[in-house]
């Protein structure tokens, strides 16, 4: 048991992930246990069309810590974040994806690096298990963004990360899409956040489709990452 780690709310955005939820509530569940820290699972039902839904109240009738939010359409992955930030309760938080492409059980890991000196645990993968175009899409997008926002991390594209929820309550997310997640690392980055970085296995997508690589979606990204990096980078400093 980490001392400085006494209670976790551990979420998942789930969008069509039928096939992998149930799996990864019970491996959150049993990895808080684990670690020794009080607990709860949320997951955040973002306005899926299979039957997410039904293995969801399945769930939640067996298991007292599990919480589900329900959007009745479709916000974006950002939108399911803020759901999940919003929602969780307890001094740490931690998520990642609902697919099964990160293990909750290495939740653990990140618990053995938490401290009083530390405020965000964040994965960065070992390898990246996709095809090759993905992960030289992947790179070149880690590359772009950590330039453009300065970020200092290796991998802001991992989403496997603890938060301490205090510092969550220190900023305010604004976007819907995946660039939510420079926006996070950004903002916990100027509010004064402590990192550590911890190696985390990837795994392939076994289960559905990625909703990010398609041209639409490529190119909504490109045009919310100017409009984030004109927020937070070019604003401040013409106010300065």
Known sequence: MNPAVTSISAFFPCYNDEATISSMVDLALV?????GAQGEVI???DGSSDGSAQVLAGLAAERPRLRVVTHERNRGYGGALRSGFGAATNEWVFYTDGDAQ?????LELLVAQAGPDVDVV???KIRRADNVVRRVIGRVYHRTVSVM???KIRDTDCDFRLIRRSLLERIE??????????ELVRKLQDAGA????????HYPRLH???QFFRVAAVASTGRDLVGLWSALVIAPRRRR
């Open 31 to 35: 990895t808080i246990d684990r670690v």
């Open 43 to 45: 997951v955040i039902d």
């Open 102 to 106: 990160f293990d909750p059980a290495e």
């Open 122 to 124: 964040q994965g960065y």
């Open 149 to 151: 926002f300065g970020l």
């Open 173 to 182: 997310l604004e976007h819907t899409s995946g660039v939510i997640c420079v």
């Open 194 to 201: 402590r990192f550590v970085e911890v190696p985390v296995h």
């Open 208 to 210: 559905g489709q990625s």
